[in-house]
Each structure stands twice: as C-alpha cells, then as structure tokens.
C-alpha cells in the first residue's frame, strides 16, 4: 500500500532504491552499535552472501516496485504467496530436516485455499485483463528470488543475524542506486509526502521486516518463514477495511481462520516443542 503510494512520487527504481538505502543505513547504525561482527567463526562464505543479498532486497525490490505500475495490489499479494510453493519443494531436497510430510503438505493446502477465498475466484482474471503480462510475471519471479534467498540463508555459517541483515541492504543498495541512476537518471527530489513514504518503505518493511525476516528463516527455517507469506493478502484487506472503508467481506474471517490453520497444521511439531519449553520454565 505504502510503494503504491509512493510510486507516484517518485520512478520505480529510485523507490527501490530510496527505501533500500534509508534500511542500509539504519541497519548498519545498529549493527555498528553491536560491535559489527558479522560472521562468528572463521569459516566465511562471501558468494552465497552476496547470492542471499542479491536475491532477497536487490531484485525483488525493483522488480516489484517496476511489476506495481501495472498490476494490483490484489495480485501482488497473491503472488507472494508462491513464495511457499517455490520453498517447500527446494527445502524438501536442499534444507536437511525439512521434509515434505503429509501434514505440511495438508496444511500448505489449506492454506493456499485460504488464499484464493481471501483474494476471490475471479481477482486473477479481473486483474489479468486489465494488467501487462510482464507485471504478472515480475511478480512471481520476485516471489522466486525470495524463495531462493531463503534456501541460501539458511545454509550459511554461524552468522550474526543483523549483520546479515546489514550486509544484505548495503549489496542491495550497491546494486540498486547505479541501476536507478542508468534508469532513470539523477534522482529527483519529491515533495516532503514522497520524502516520508520512502523513509517508512525504509523504517518499517525493509529494515525491520528484513532483520525479522533474516532472525526467522536462520531459527525457525525457510519452510516456516515462507509460510507467513500467506499472511500478505490478509493484512492487505484488513489495511483496505480499516484505512481505506473499503467494505468487510464474509470471506475475510473464513479466510483468516484457514490460513492460521493451515500454517498451525504444517508447523504443528514446532508448536509442540514451543509448548514444551514454556512449560518446562
């Protein structure tokens, strides 16, 4: 909601490239403040850093705030929820532990239907027809570098998890502002309304839910992390209803209550070993 508003402020790619920066600093200000220790042993492993930083903020950053000119907000959530499809299958072969299991399979079901009730067995029609394919297709190719990222992330080293998060933004950012510049030239300077939605791009969905982002796929797995991917279409209604006045539909609560459960089924071992902890203190 917030990149669409912002879209009209500024080109796509000085978005991208506005809000990657503001979290780039803000994260290494933290991360500084820590002590600036990034990988905590000797072992290091740089290319899939730079592959993790490339494919979680760089590319889909761009390539969504590009796919947003021309594709609802509805499809967009939509296609984030790819996100677990594409993992379960990678974390299936290359994550040891994460198996595809009849339960994780059901609840991954359950929760795609819950999915489509939210969004409406039409959206993706409605919106194909009056959308660009290429924006159709950006879209989901971001969902794939998240899901990508995600693998690669959780296999490397021992590694402070804000510094990852730092270090993926300052990559990001390396990338992001030559492109923007080649784009679309020197960066222009909106009014002071652009200025504040590009710093809460950076604040809010980009530092913040970068650094939670990177603490959830290195603790509790890609597998889970790609799960709460389901959760992007929900609040996008809830924001509509809420903020906007849009009108509250039945399906929202059916769809609330089958996304909750379809992720509480397939994560249902983790809640068990949450359970037993909180109960043994």
């Given at each position: 909601?917030?990149?669409?508003?912002?879209?009209?402020?500024?080109?796509?790619?000085?978005?991208?490239?506005?809000?990657i920066a503001f979290a780039a600093v803000l994260?290494?200000?933290?991360?500084?403040?820590?002590?600036?220790?990034?990988?905590?042993?000797?072992?290091?492993?740089?290319?899939?850093?730079?592959?993790?930083?490339?494919?979680?903020?760089?590319?889909?950053?761009?390539?969504?705030?590009?796919?947003?000119?021309?594709?609802?907000?509805?499809?967009?959530?939509?296609?984030?929820?790819?996100?677990?499809?594409?993992?379960?299958?990678?974390?299936?072969?290359?994550?040891?532990?994460?198996?595809?299991?009849?339960?994780?399979?059901?609840?991954?079901i359950i929760g795609f239907i819950g999915i489509?009730?939210?969004?409406?067995?039409?959206?993706?029609?409605?919106?194909?027809?009056?959308?660009?394919?290429?924006?159709?297709?950006?879209?989901?190719?971001?969902?794939?570098?998240?899901?990508?990222?995600?693998?690669?992330?959780?296999?490397?080293?021992?590694?402070?998890?804000?510094?990852?998060?730092?270090?993926?933004?300052?990559?990001?950012?390396?990338?992001?502002?030559?492109?923007?510049?080649?784009?679309?030239?020197?960066?222009?300077?909106?009014?002071?309304?652009?200025?504040?939605?590009?710093?809460?791009?950076?604040?809010?969905?980009?530092?913040?839910?970068?650094?939670?982002?990177?603490?959830?796929v290195r603790s509790a797995g890609p597998v889970?992390?790609?799960?709460?991917?389901?959760?992007?279409?929900?609040?996008?209604?809830?924001?509509?209803?809420?903020?906007?006045?849009?009108?509250?539909?039945?399906?929202?609560?059916?769809?609330?209550?089958?996304?909750?459960?379809?992720?509480?089924?397939?994560?249902?071992?983790?809640?068990?070993?949450?359970?037993?902890?909180?109960?043994?203190?």
């Open positions: 909601m917030v990149q669409k508003l912002a879209l009209a402020h500024l080109p796509p790619l000085w978005v991208a490239a506005g809000r994260s290494t200000t933290l991360w500084q403040l820590r002590g600036g220790k990034l990988f905590t042993k000797p072992e290091t492993d740089w290319p899939r850093l730079f592959f993790v930083s490339v494919f979680s903020a760089a590319v889909p950053f761009m390539l969504l705030a590009w796919a947003q000119q021309n594709v609802t907000s509805g499809f967009v959530g939509v296609s984030m929820a790819a996100v677990a499809l594409i993992v379960l299958p990678l974390a299936h072969f290359l994550v040891p532990g994460e198996r595809m299991t009849i339960r994780r399979t059901l609840g991954f489509l009730v939210l969004i409406g067995p039409s959206a993706l029609l409605r919106s194909g027809a009056a959308m660009e394919t290429y924006g159709q297709i950006m879209c989901f190719v971001a969902a794939s570098c998240y899901a990508l990222s995600s693998i690669f992330m959780r296999r490397l080293p021992p590694i402070d998890p804000v510094g990852l998060s730092a270090v993926t933004l300052i990559f990001g950012m390396a990338i992001v502002i030559p492109l923007a510049i080649f784009q679309h030239g020197s960066p222009p300077i909106p009014p002071a309304k652009g200025l504040l939605l590009v710093a809460l791009l950076g604040l809010i969905p980009t530092a913040t839910a970068n650094l939670l982002r990177v603490l959830v889970f992390m790609s799960l709460t991917s389901y959760q992007v279409p929900l609040w996008s209604v809830a924001f509509g209803v809420l903020i906007l006045g849009e009108p509250m539909k039945p399906s929202l609560l059916w769809a609330t209550l089958m996304i909750l459960g379809g992720v509480g089924l397939s994560q249902y071992g983790a809640f068990q070993r949450l359970f037993r902890q909180v109960r043994s203190r």
